[in-house]
Nanobody, 124 residues
């Protein structure tokens, strides 16, 4: 059974950095588009970043552009989200997701596999 497991969340001060990892097991997603999403309390899940299966193309929400970087290591079945210059409004549960397709999308409904999420809390 395919699984996605996130790690790397935690508590950080504003201006700090965190690196999230998403490891897959049960199957590989090396030819699939992957994405990161986040959900803050009382808010809907929102798109953060996505990456083409080759790693050659990346896409970001305007709110994180220039601060976050998505990358992937297909040899190790892992996708990363490097988060710099964190702000209190970045506080949320961050989840990685995989599509059954290689085409990158930004809507949560276009993703078929989800991790359980990891909490990121940014203090002011």
């Amino acid at each position: 059974q395919a699984q996605l497991v996130e790690s790397g969340g935690g508590l950080v001060q504003a201006g700090g950095s965190l690196r999230l990892s998403c490891a897959s097991s049960g199957r590989t997603f090396n030819t699939n588009a992957m994405g990161w999403f986040r959900q803050a309390p009382g808010k809907e899940r929102e798109f953060v970043a996505a990456i083409h299966w080759s790693g050659g193309s990346t896409y970001y929400a305007d709110s994180v552009k220039g601060r976050f970087t998505i990358s992937r290591d297909n040899a190790n079945n892992t996708v990363y989200l490097q988060m710099n210059s964190l702000k209190p409004e970045d506080t949320a549960v961050y989840s990685c997701a995989a599509r059954s397709s290689s085409i990158v999308k930004s809507a949560p409904g276009d993703y078929d596999y989800w991790g359980q999420g990891t909490q990121v809390t940014v203090s002011s």
